[in-house]
């Protein structure tokens, strides 16, 4: 009886471990379905990220498909900056650690900030909206 309570903890986590990896596994094919649509697209556990010629749409990814979507022009962006943290930083001059956003600057005075988990892939989308804006 000793052996089977030392052993109860592992199974709990063997069992929550087993769980989350098939929430995970949801949430990433209801997004493969979601990003057929779109020229090109982006997901993480913050947020799903997606362009279809000049608009961008982004929400929040679940099991059941992407929640919360919000969609804009890229035409009424006045400014794509790379916020890390709540800084702006430089392109060619990217720090090591931070939570990294894009923040898109409005015409109306709305500022949009789309949360990422890699500072070097917010970046490259980044250049990629920016490039996709002046062309």
């Known amino acids: 009886m000793e052996r089977g309570l030392l052993w109860l903890p ?27 649509d779109f020229d090109n ?3 993480d556990i913050y947020a799903v990220l997606g362009k279809k010629e000049g608009q961008v749409t982004w929400g929040k990814p679940t ?13 009424k962006v006045k400014e794509i900056k790379l916020l890390v943290g709540d800084s702006p930083v430089e392109l060619n001059n990217l720090p090591g650690k931070g939570k990294p956003s894009l923040a898109f600057d409005l ?29």
């Open 10 to 36: 592992l199974l709990v986590v063997f069992i929550w471990l087993a769980w989350s990896g098939w929430n995970e596994y949801q949430k990433v094919e209801a997004y493969k379905v979601w990003a057929e």
């Open 41 to 43: 697209a982006k997901f």
């Open 107 to 135: 015409n109306d005075e709305d500022l949009i900030k789309i949360p990422f988990t890699d500072i070097s892939l917010a970046a490259k989308w980044c250049a990629y909206l920016e490039e996709s804006r002046v062309s």
């Open 63 to 75: 099991r059941k498909g992407m929640v919360d979507l919000q969609s804009f022009s890229l035409d």
